[in-house]
C-alpha cells in the first residue's frame, strides 16, 4: 500500500507563529519557498518540481470548473507529500493538493474522467499567486505549471510499495509521521544550540564594533576640528583674494584707459608715418629717375625701398626642403646632425628636435649654459645647414634703454644712429625668402628687461607682424618738401634753358643759362652754394631712405639669446621668462658621445650620399600666428593646469594661461619634429616651468603648508606621470627637479634653478 511522507517544515519556521509568522513566511523569496519545499519533500535543488496526483473536477452553480491535484504523492517513492505547518506539533498539516489553472493543461484529460477522480496524472508544480497564498493561509501553496498535466496510465516500476486501495498510502505515512517529528525536533535542537552559538560570537563582535564606532567618532570629531580650522582660513584667504580681485580691476580699468589713450596715439602716429611714407614713395616714383640722374639717391636705395620695381628671386643654390625631405619634418634632425658632425659638431636627436619644435613656434629662445657648451654654435650651425643667415650680436654691460638695442635719431645730423640688430632686420627684410637667424650673445650681461622690454611687448602680438617704430615722421615730412621744392626749381632751370630731363647736375651747372636760372630761382649767391644744399639734401634723403620711420618685424627672422648664469650676469625677471622658452646646456664633457656618434652613423645611412646643400625658406618652418585657444579638456593641459593650481601658484611661481597656451603651441609644433606627447610635456616643464623655480624653501607657501613639502610632493607627483614611460627620468624635469632639491639642502633651503 501507498505510504505517506509527513512534511518536515523548516526550523526557521518552526520557531515561528500566528499570523506574523505567516505573513513573515510568505514575505519571503519565492526561491527560499520552493527549497524549503523540495527539502520537505525529499525532491532534487536543481530540478522542476515533479509529482503524481488524482486530477479532481468540481463543477459550480454558475457552469464554471475548479480543477485540482489532490493527493499529490513523491513521484518515485510513491509516498503522499504534505505541505509544511508554521506549528511546532504539525497538527495543522494539510494532504498536499494544487491548482489546475484554465489551459492546455485542462485539455489532456476528459471532464467526465476528471470528475470522477478516477484519473492520475503527473506534472510539474509552481508557487500560486501571493494573493491566493495569503487567502488560504499557506505560504507553500502550489499551482499546476501550464502544459505540463499528463495523464498516468499505471503506477511507476520503481516505486518501492504495494499499493492495495485508495487510502493505505495515506494511513502507512500516519504511523511514520512520529518518527518523522521526533526527528525534526531532534534537528530543531541542535539548530537552537547552534543559533545561539552564534548569538554568542555576534555579541561579541557587536561589542567590537561599538567600540571601534566609538573610537572612529573621536577621530571623526578631531579631523572635522582640522577641517573646521583649515575651511576658516580657507575663507579668510578667499575674502583676501576677493579684495585683491576687486583692487586689480580697478586697476585694470584704468590700465585699459591709459592704453585706449595710448592706441589712439599710436593709431595717429601709424597714420602719420604711413602719410609720410606715401608721400617719400610718392617722390621717388615720380622722381626717382631725376633724383638718381641729380646724384641726390643711388639707384639701389630707390630699389631697396620700392621693392615692386624689382622681382623677388632666391639666389641661393641647393635642393629646396621638399625635394629634399619628402618625409616631412621629421626627418631634418637626422639631416641637420650629420651636417653638424661634419663641423666637429656633436648635438643629439632630441636636442636638434627641441630645438627645430622651438623654431616652429616663433617664440623668443633662451639658450642657458656655461661658456663653451654650444649655445651660438648651435644657431650658427642651424642657419648654414638650412642655408640661412645668422647674425650675432654682443650685448654690452651698459645697455639700458631699447636704443641700445634698435638706434636713436640724430638730430644734429639729421639721420638715425642704426644698430647691428637693426641692421640686421633690414637685411633680412631685404632677403624674405632666407631665413636669418639673430643671436644675443651673453644676453643678460645687461638687465634684458631694461632694453629688451619694449621688443617683448611687440612680439607678444602675435597675429600680425609687430611694427616697431623708430621715430617720428616729421623728420621725413620735411625732407620730402625741400627735395620736392629743389626738384621743382631745378625742373624749371632746365626747361627755361632747353636742357632734356636726362641732365645731370654737372651739366646743368656747366651750363651758363641753367645755371643762371638755377641761381635766381633758387636763391643761391654762387656756386659753392648749390653744392653744398645738394650734399645737405643728399644727406637727409638717404637716411630716409635707408632708415624709415617704422619697420615691421620680417617674418623670415628669428631672435635668439644666450645666457650665463654667473656673478657678473643679471637674473631673468618673472616678465622675461614667462615670454620666452629657456633651454638649458649641458657641460659638453658629460654627454654620451658613443651614443651621440651611434645616432649620427644611423642618420648618415637612411639619407642619399649625394644630397645637396638644403635651402629652406621661412615658410618650411610654419606661419607666425595666435597661440591655440585654451583646450581644459586636453589631457596635457588639464595636467599642467592641476600642476600650476596644486603647487606652482601655493609656491608663488607664476604659470597662467598665456604661458599653457604657449605650451600648447610647442607641443603641437613638437608632434610635426617627431617628439613623443611625453616628451613634448616634459620639455614644455624644463622650458616655461622649472626657470622660474626660484624661493627660500624655509619659508610657508601661500597656503601656510612648507614649500619643502609642497616642491617633494610636486616631485613625487611628476615621477607618477614619467614613471613607466620611455623617458629617461634622470633626464628628464624630474631628474632636474632632484638635482635642485639636493643643491637646497646645500644651500641654506635655497632652491634655485640657475644654481649649479
Partial sequence: MRKHQNGKPHPESLAAGGNHALKEAIERSPSDLLKELRFVWDLPEDKPIRVIGRVWLKALADGRELWFLDDIEHPEKGVGLYYPTLSMDNKDAVVASAFVPPGPSRRVIDPQVAASGGQWAVAELELSPVAERQKQRNPWLMNVRSATLRPLSEIPVDWHVAVTGPESARRISTL?????????????????????????????????????????????????????????????????????????????????????AYQRTVEQEKQTMEIAYRRL??????????????????????????????????????????????????????????????QGLLYSQPQLRDFLALLRTRDLVVLAGDSGSGKTSLVRATAKAIGGACTIIPVKPNWTGPEDLLGYFNPIQRSYQATPFLLALQAAARNPLVPHFICLDEMNLARVEHYFSDFLSLLENR??????PLYTADEERHVVVEQGIFLEVEAEARRRSGLGDGATLEEVLRDDRANAELHRLGGFADNESVLLHHGRLRRSLAAQMRMPTSIILPENVWIFGAVNMDDTTHQLSPKVLDRVQVVRFRNPMLAD???????????????????????????????RSDYPAF??????????????????????????????????????????TGIGPDEALDNVI????????????????????????????????????????????????????????????????ILNYWLR
Avoid at 622681382?311 to 651636417?339: H, K, V
Avoid at 645611412?605 to 618650411?620: G, K, N, V
Avoid at 610632493?713 to 627620468?729: A, I, K, P, Q, V
Wanted: proline share 3%.
Fill in 176 to 260: 511514520a509521521r512520529g518518527e518523522i517529528e521526533n526527528y525534526l525536533r531532534k534537528l530543531v535542537l541542535d539548530e537552537d544550540e547552534e543559533l545561539a552559538r552564534r548569538l554568542v560570537e555576534n555579541d561579541r563582535a557587536l561589542d567590537n564594533l561599538v567600540a571601534a564606532r566609538r573610537q572612529a567618532e573621536v577621530e571623526a570629531a578631531a579631523v572635522q576640528a582640522q577641517v573646521d580650522a583649515e575651511l576658516s582660513l580657507h575663507y579668510q584667504r578667499r575674502d583676501e583674494a576677493e579684495r585683491s580681485v576687486i583692487e586689480v580691476q580697478s586697476q585694470l580699468r584704468d590700465e585699459q584707459e591709459r592704453l585706449a
Fill in 281 to 342: 614713395e610718392e617722390l621717388l616714383s615720380e622722381k626717382g629717375d631725376r633724383l638718381v640722374a641729380l646724384g641726390l639717391a643711388d639707384a639701389e636705395d630707390v630699389a631697396v625701398l620700392l621693392p615692386h620695381l624689382g622681382a623677388m628671386e632666391d639666389a641661393r643654390e641647393g635642393i629646396s626642403f621638399n625635394d629634399a625631405l619628402p618625409g616631412g619634418f621629421a626627418q631634418l634632425a637626422p639631416l641637420l646632425q650629420c651636417r653638424m658632425a661634419q
Fill in 463 to 468: 597675429s600680425k607682424a609687430p611694427q616697431i
Fill in 593 to 623: 658621445w658613443d651614443a651621440i656618434e651611434a645616432e649620427v652613423q644611423a642618420a648618415h645611412q637612411s639619407l642619399p650620399s649625394d644630397l645637396a646643400e638644403l635651402r629652406m625658406t621661412p615658410e618650411d618652418f610654419g606661419v
Fill in 631 to 672: 583646450d581644459r579638456h586636453d589631457e596635457k593641459v588639464a595636467f599642467l593646469s592641476h600642476l600650476s593650481r596644486e603647487y606652482l601658484d601655493p609656491l608663488g611661481v607664476e604659470f597662467g594661461l598665456r604661458a599653457i597656451r604657449q605650451s600648447q603651441g610647442y607641443m603641437i609644433a613638437a608632434e610635426a
Fill in 686 to 749: 624644463k622650458h616655461k616651468i622649472l626657470p622660474k623655480i626660484a624661493f627660500d624653501t624655509a619659508r610657508p607657501a601661500g597656503s601656510g603648508r612648507p614649500r619643502r613639502e609642497l616642491i617633494d610632493e610636486l616631485r613625487t607627483e611628476l615621477t607618477g606621470r614619467f614613471e613607466g614611460t620611455s623617458l629617461d627620468l634622470e633626464a628628464s624635469c624630474v631628474g632636474d627637479l632632484g638635482r635642485m632639491i639636493r643643491l637646497a639642502d646645500g644651500n641654506n633651503g
